[in-house]
């Protein structure tokens, strides 16, 4: 099958089958070498980026259409993921520009609607859990720094910004810290995810004081190896007590 004769059956499927008007877009991030990232599709034959997302199937609920999509571009199932926005505006983004820098055919009468709302989702993953998987309608997908961003498409540089805003917000009372780190992590290491989610820099002494005083880390009897000075210890998080704190709002250390 052709991508065009891909495409006139995608466009089939979103007239007869889909929820015309509201579809949904996933902000994936993740967290490596100290670096707060997102996860993007590259549109097929073209430099220009965008969120993973879609419309949802009349039988399905959002949630349950946001877990697929998810679920189709890393590979993982049960991930944190939270609604954070409906993106509305009547003027979202220009339609015919964005077919253009698309280099998509026009879709046939009735199976592209003329407006179309939003529902931002944002997932937090493990970055080395992920299995990347494209879409037919991408040739790529990567992962980028939430502060170097390549062209967008839509109104998905906004709906990232929003993201990020709303992640920064939660710091303190959604298990952010649980589901971007790997199960094993140093303490420096997670300053550097607060650091990297906030966009500022933290007084380690502080940091490391306030961490270990809220009683949700377990020290493991191993180290971090194959570091200059020396080796610190690994730890985990204690999941329970990790829960209480969020539930009770003692998680205010940054």
């Not at 679920?71 to 954070?84: C, V």
């Not at 220009?94 to 055919?105: I, S, Y």
């Not at 990347?132 to 498409?153: K, M, N, R, Y």
């Not at 920064?168 to 649980?178: A, E, H």
């Given at each position: 099958?052709?991508?065009?004769?891909?495409?006139?059956?995608?466009?089939?499927?979103?007239?007869?089958?889909?929820?015309?008007?509201?579809?949904l877009?996933?902000v994936?991030?993740?967290?490596?070498d100290?670096r707060?990232?997102?996860?993007?599709?590259?549109w097929?034959e073209?430099?220009?980026?965008?969120?993973?997302?879609g419309?949802?199937?009349?039988?399905?609920?959002?949630?349950?259409?946001?877990?697929?999509?998810?679920y189709?571009?890393?590979?993982l199932?049960?991930l944190?993921?939270q609604?954070?926005?409906?993106?509305?505006?009547?003027?979202?983004?220009?339609?015919?520009?964005?077919?253009?820098?698309?280099?998509?055919?026009?879709?046939?009468s009735g199976?592209?609607?003329?407006?179309?709302?939003s529902m931002?989702?944002y997932?937090l993953?493990?970055?080395?859990?992920?299995?990347p998987?494209a879409?037919?309608?991408?040739?790529a997908?990567?992962?980028?720094?939430?502060?170097?961003?390549?062209?967008?498409?839509?109104?998905?540089?906004?709906?990232i910004?929003?993201?990020?805003?709303t992640?920064?917000?939660q710091?303190?009372?959604?298990?952010?810290?649980?589901?971007?780190?790997?199960?094993k992590?140093?303490?420096?290491?997670?300053?550097?995810?607060?650091?990297?989610?906030?966009?500022?820099?933290?007084?380690?002494?502080?940091?490391?004081?306030?961490?270990?005083?809220?009683s949700?880390?377990?020290?493991?009897?191993?180290?971090?190896?194959?570091?200059?000075?020396?080796?610190?210890?690994l730890?985990?998080?204690?999941?329970?007590?990790?829960?209480?704190?969020?539930?009770?709002?003692?998680?205010?250390?940054?």
């Amino acid at each position: 099958m052709t991508y065009s004769d891909k495409l006139i059956s995608y466009y089939k499927i979103i007239a007869n089958d889909c929820v015309l008007g509201v579809s949904l877009d996933c902000v994936i991030f993740g967290f490596h070498d100290t670096r707060l990232k997102v996860f993007l599709l590259r549109w097929k034959e073209t430099d220009e980026w965008c969120l993973p997302g879609g419309f949802i199937y009349k039988t399905e609920s959002v949630d349950d259409a946001a877990s697929r999509v998810l679920y189709e571009r890393t590979g993982l199932n049960q991930l944190f993921l939270q609604q954070f926005h409906l993106f509305g505006d009547a003027n979202r983004y220009d339609r015919d520009d964005t077919w253009q820098r698309q280099k998509m055919p026009m879709p046939f009468s009735g199976a592209w609607p003329d407006r179309t709302i939003s529902m931002g989702y944002y997932a937090l993953v493990d970055y080395t859990k992920v299995t990347p998987t494209a879409d037919f309608l991408s040739d790529a997908c990567d992962w980028f720094d939430v502060g170097e961003l390549p062209s967008l498409l839509y109104d998905h540089c906004r709906i990232i910004n929003v993201a990020l805003q709303t992640l920064r917000l939660q710091l303190n009372w959604q298990p952010i810290g649980l589901n971007l780190m790997p199960e094993k992590f140093t303490i420096p290491e997670l300053q550097r995810l607060y650091e990297a989610v906030l966009g500022r820099p933290l007084d380690s002494r502080n940091f490391h004081k306030k961490i270990t005083g809220l009683s949700i880390l377990t020290r493991l009897d191993e180290r971090r190896t194959g570091k200059a000075h020396k080796s610190p210890y690994l730890y985990q998080f204690d999941q329970l007590n990790y829960q209480k704190a969020l539930i009770n709002g003692n998680l205010i250390f940054v």
